[in-house]
């Protein structure tokens, strides 16, 4: 199940959401050096996909409407599958990351996600995947293993920065009830307007949500709250 050297990698998309199949399909099929033979929307799709075309790397959705992503990975390594696995998912437990890892999973991308995003993970795949020959030592081995695991950070909106969005997202995750953007500012220590840059962001990442704040005179103020990564359905 690899490819010859000098050929394209053969990607399977695997998600169930038809919209987002068809944009990992579009993504990964621009980056170069990769070719999609596949789509598949479901784990018996998958199965049956993966029975009659050749695959290398596998961009796996992990909550599938017939059972989860690491449960068709598990079988398909008892089977003798060993394409590679991309994990792209909502999922964010550390124990399904660990338990992905120990099949097989080579790297996360976390919905949802842009195309420079996806294009550096498939770029730093393709060059741990090229590393052929013997290593010369331990350094080389690193080397060639940093290119999989420490992918560039996706880049942020032009003027924020990583430290306070994280600090942000804290905030906002502690908050039982939601935020407003001066609640937030005073927590975090940023201005008013600052922090609704940063929980606009979140929200556009869909990771939060906004709703009106009624109740007080004047206009109401935008109350933002955490969304919590799904535990089933799509992801």
């Known amino acids: 199940m690899t490819a010859e050297a000098g050929a394209a990698i053969r990607v399977l998309v695997v998600e169930d959401d038809p919209v987002a199949a068809d944009a990992h ?3 990964a099929g621009r980056v170069a050096g990769f070719t999609v033979v596949g789509v598949a929307h479901s784990r018996a799709a998958a199965v049956r ?3 009659r075309t050749a695959v290398d790397l596998i961009l796996l959705d992990l909550y599938l409407p017939d ?3 690491l449960h068709l990975l598990r079988s398909l390594r008892a089977a003798g599958h060993h394409a590679d696995v991309i994990a792209v998912t909502s999922a964010r437990e550390l124990a399904i990351v660990r338990e992905g890892v120990s099949l097989g999973v080579v790297q996360y991308v976390l919905k949802p996600f842009t195309y420079p995003t ?6 730093r795949y393709a060059e741990f995947r090229a590393a052929a020959g013997e290593a010369s030592g331990q350094e080389e081995v690193d080397r060639a293993l940093a290119a999989l695991r420490t992918p560039q950070p996706a880049a942020l909106p032009k ?3 990583a430290p306070t969005l994280t600090a942000v997202t804290r905030t906002l995750r502690e908050s039982a009830t939601g935020l407003t953007a001066t609640e937030t500012g005073a927590a975090v220590g940023i201005s008013r307007i600052t922090a609704r840059r940063y929980l606009e962001h979140l929200v556009a990442s869909g990771r939060a949500a906004r709703s009106p704040q009624y109740g007080q005179v004047g206009r109401p103020e935008l109350q933002y709250r955490w969304l919590p990564a799904p535990t089933g359905g799509p992801g």
């Open 25 to 27: 399909a579009l993504y």
């Open 67 to 69: 059972g989860h992503g």
């Open 118 to 123: 996806l294009r550096d993970r498939l770029t």
């Open 49 to 51: 996909l993966l029975e």
């Open 159 to 161: 003027g924020l920065s």
